[in-house]
């Protein structure tokens, strides 16, 4: 689909578009207020409705807790801006593009937070699903990507980062952050949110040195199923978070 400027303007403020700008920036401040971020660093990206090739992404520059909605740039593929008052971040273009395009991800947020990227600083290079409730929920659902190739400062490693994900909705970076793909914007900040609390339980156990005691594969299934088949819970946080953080 090709946008000529003036139909990008047009679009850009169309009513479905203005909501999902209104929700990713919430996610954004969201993400801040739960001390997710780093900086002016990382990004999220939202999809438009069937249109996997443009994409409504956080500027490059502001911090979190400050984006509003109408900070939220549109950007194509090929990391032309097309509507928006504010730059956009190379590294962002590259790895949200190929994710949007290549995984066929609607939303895609990507972090360096504390206790997730700790893990992919181990040998395991990721979360342990069979551990604590809040980690079951992912279970069947994570991707390793243990090889770490620099800053992601062109399309073929945007492209193997995507590739690497192998259909999976979250995918630990090794020694360098977590990506969590969702359908919605409200379904992929919940799982966000509960996957940096499942990293902090495994930190948090396996610095008591003492031995962990996992859950069948079985019963680490049955969580991810039960979770993942009523995300009421999911729409009902986000939406506490709109009260929260207008």
């Not at 169309?14 to 401040?29: K, Q």
């Not at 443009?54 to 090929?78: K, S, T, Y």
């Not at 192998?166 to 970076?173: E, K, N, P, S």
């Amino acid at each position: 689909m090709n946008h000529e400027p003036g139909f990008a303007d047009a679009l850009f403020h169309a009513d479905p578009v203005t909501a999902l700008r209104t929700d990713l920036a919430l996610a954004l401040r969201a993400a801040a207020a739960h001390d997710l971020g780093e900086g002016v660093c990382n990004h999220f990206s939202v999809a438009l409705p069937g249109d996997p090739d443009h994409f409504l992404l956080n500027p490059r520059g502001l911090m979190w807790n400050e984006v509003q909605a109408d900070d939220i740039v549109l950007v194509d593929a090929h990391g032309n801006k097309l509507a928006g008052r504010h730059d956009v971040e190379p590294t962002a273009m590259f790895i949200h593009a190929a994710i949007h395009r290549i995984a066929g991800k609607a939303c895609v947020l990507h972090t360096h937070m504390p206790y997730a990227t700790a893990l992919t600083l181990t040998s395991d290079r990721g979360l342990d699903t069979t551990l604590s409730q809040n980690a079951m929920r992912f279970h069947g659902r994570l991707a390793i990507d243990a090889e770490y190739n620099g800053l992601a400062l062109d399309v073929t490693e945007g492209e193997r980062i995507a590739h690497a994900m192998q259909g999976a909705d979250i995918v630990f970076l090794g020694n360098h952050g977590v990506v969590v793909c969702g359908e919605r914007i409200d379904y992929a900040y919940d799982d966000l949110f509960f996957l940096e609390r499942a990293c902090t339980a495994q930190v948090l156990a396996q610095s008591t040195g003492r031995p962990l005691e996992p859950v069948k594969a079985e019963i680490a299934a049955k969580v991810a199923a039960q979770i993942q088949s009523e995300r009421l819970q999911s729409e009902l946080f986000f939406k506490a978070l709109r009260r929260q953080l207008p």
